[in-house]
């Protein structure tokens, strides 16, 4: 029986479970309550609200998916029991799926994989295989100063004040505040965006026409617009840099964004744990079941490396 660690608002597990009929034993970090668990010296041993149970031996295979609690909490100053509680699962998921590493049975993506392989070095290991746009994080007394159009973002998940989100956004020379640090990147010129689901040595690529949208970031109407992407085929020689990158990365799964302009593609990130249900919905090239297959496998896709602690 495969075991997801994931939470119950977690769409692309929705769609995988529609997708077969295989065993498969949800455990939701939000709902924790509604579960039983005994871990000790002789494994573990799980069961739902629905009576269902998985323990060390029943367990073929688990994915790490979307581990986080859905409520915003505010937490005081001295802290709370919920938050404390949080903090207890969180920690307890990781070992559990520590567990299946250890046992071989860990999936595609890795718990913590976004921190063993981040951005910046993405960006310096990308250089090898693909375009790469100038680059610079920066704290300095003075603001940053730069020619022509560039970009910034940010690195962490977190709200910036009022639930808000910092999205990708394009920037002046002289105009940012020099007392928070910078990442900044030549801005590309680019007509359509490029993603590529990296399944094990598969590529599933779709791509974004950049006039949908206004800004440089398509994430900011996501939820108010629908974007239509459309099916791409890779060139071989980009399909086997990708694979190439993401081999020596070490990493079996991952969601590939890049740039197009006049038909090159230029390198932006890769998500180790991205989403990707959106893409493929109707089963046209194939991606969800590549993931189930890969998934529900009897044999590891590739050893994953120890975390780093």
Same mark, same amino acid.
Request: charged letters at 30%; one cysteine or more.
């Given at each position: 029986m495969l075991l997801i660690f994931t939470n119950s608002l977690d769409g692309t597990v929705?769609?995988?479970?529609?997708e077969t009929d295989r065993p498969?034993?949800?455990?939701?970090?939000?709902? $924790?309550?509604?579960?039983?668990?005994?871990?000790g010296t002789s494994g573990f041993d799980l069961a739902d609200p629905h009576g269902r149970r998985i323990d060390e031996r029943s367990m073929s295979s688990c994915y790490w998916r979307k581990v986080n609690f859905n409520s915003i909490e505010v937490v005081p100053v001295g802290g &709370?029991?919920?938050? $404390?509680?949080?903090?207890?699962?969180?920690?307890?998921?990781?070992?559990?799926?520590?567990i299946g590493r250890e046992l071989g049975k860990a999936r595609l993506t890795?718990?913590?994989?976004?921190?063993?392989?981040?951005?910046?070095?993405?960006?310096?290991?990308?250089?090898?295989?693909?375009?790469?746009?100038d680059w610079l994080f920066t704290k300095q007394d003075s603001p940053p100063l730069f020619e022509g159009s560039w970009i910034t973002k940010g690195f962490a998940a977190e709200f910036?004040?009022?639930?808000?989100?910092?999205?990708?956004r394009e920037v002046k020379s002289g @105009?940012? *505040?020099?007392?928070?640090?910078?990442?900044?990147? &030549?801005?590309?010129?680019?007509?359509?965006?490029?993603?590529?689901?990296?399944?094990?040595?598969?590529?599933?690529?779709?791509?974004?026409?950049?006039?949908l949208f206004q800004g440089v970031d398509w994430r900011v109407d996501i939820n108010r617009v629908e974007h239509p992407w459309t099916d791409h085929e890779l060139t071989p020689d980009l399909?086997?840099?990708?694979?190439?990158?993401? *081999?020596?990365? *070490?990493?079996?799964?991952?969601r590939l964004d890049f740039l197009l302009k006049d038909g090159v593609e230029w390198f932006l990130e890769?998500?180790?744990?991205? @989403?990707?249900?959106?893409?493929? @919905?109707?089963g046209r090239q194939g991606m969800l079941k590549a993931i189930l297959e890969e998934l529900t496998t009897t044999r590891p896709t590739k050893p994953i490396r120890p975390l780093l602690r």
């Amino acid at each position: 029986m495969l075991l997801i660690f994931t939470n119950s608002l977690d769409g692309t597990v929705d769609l995988l479970l529609r997708e077969t009929d295989r065993p498969i034993f949800r455990f939701n970090i939000d709902l $924790w309550r509604d579960y039983s668990l005994a871990l000790g010296t002789s494994g573990f041993d799980l069961a739902d609200p629905h009576g269902r149970r998985i323990d060390e031996r029943s367990m073929s295979s688990c994915y790490w998916r979307k581990v986080n609690f859905n409520s915003i909490e505010v937490v005081p100053v001295g802290g &709370s029991v919920d938050h $404390w509680l949080e903090a207890q699962w969180r920690y307890v998921f990781r070992e559990m799926w520590n567990i299946g590493r250890e046992l071989g049975k860990a999936r595609l993506t890795e718990a913590g994989g976004e921190r063993r392989f981040g951005k910046l070095m993405q960006l310096r290991r990308a250089k090898k295989y693909f375009n790469v746009a100038d680059w610079l994080f920066t704290k300095q007394d003075s603001p940053p100063l730069f020619e022509g159009s560039w970009i910034t973002k940010g690195f962490a998940a977190e709200f910036v004040g009022n639930h808000k989100v910092f999205y990708t956004r394009e920037v002046k020379s002289g @105009q940012l *505040d020099p007392a928070y640090p910078w990442f900044l990147q &030549s801005k590309i010129e680019a007509s359509h965006d490029l993603t590529v689901v990296y399944v094990a040595g598969r590529c599933f690529a779709f791509t974004l026409d950049r006039r949908l949208f206004q800004g440089v970031d398509w994430r900011v109407d996501i939820n108010r617009v629908e974007h239509p992407w459309t099916d791409h085929e890779l060139t071989p020689d980009l399909r086997q840099r990708i694979c190439d990158f993401m *081999d020596e990365a *070490d990493l079996s799964f991952g969601r590939l964004d890049f740039l197009l302009k006049d038909g090159v593609e230029w390198f932006l990130e890769v998500n180790p744990n991205g @989403q990707f249900a959106w893409l493929d @919905q109707s089963g046209r090239q194939g991606m969800l079941k590549a993931i189930l297959e890969e998934l529900t496998t009897t044999r590891p896709t590739k050893p994953i490396r120890p975390l780093l602690r």
